[in-house]
Nanobody, 124 residues
């Protein structure tokens, strides 16, 4: 059964860092573009980051550029999101996504699979 499981969320002070992980049971993992989205209460879902199948290309939402880094390990079947210089505006549920189609489709919000999400709370 295809599954994405996120971990690494929690409570952090403004200016702090967190690293999220997403373990995927997709096979083969390397055939999927991977991404991260977030959703805060009362707000629309927001694209955060995406990475190509071989990890050679990455894409970021405007609000996280220069602060967040997405990476993947195709041996461990895991995608990561390193989040630095966090602000209260980054507070949201973060969930990872996977899609077998061209990566632009996922960046626009369509994907084959998504995880349940992990809560990130940034205190001021």
């Amino acid at each position: 059964q295809e599954q994405l499981v996120e971990s690494g969320g929690g409570l952090v002070q403004a200016g702090g860092d967190l690293r999220l992980s997403c373990a995927a049971s997709l096979r083969p993992f390397s055939s999927y573009a991977m991404g991260w989205f977030r959703q805060a209460p009362g707000k629309e879902r927001e694209f955060v980051a995406a990475i190509s199948r071989n990890g050679g290309s990455t894409y970021y939402g405007d609000s996280v550029k220069g602060r967040f880094t997405i990476s993947r390990d195709n041996v461990k079947n895991t995608v990561y999101l390193q989040m630095n210089s966090l602000t209260p505006e980054d507070t949201a549920v973060y969930f990872c996504t996977a899609d077998s189609r061209p990566i632009g489709i996922m960046i626009r919000g369509a994907y084959d699979y998504r995880g349940q999400g992990t809560q990130v709370t940034v205190s001021s």
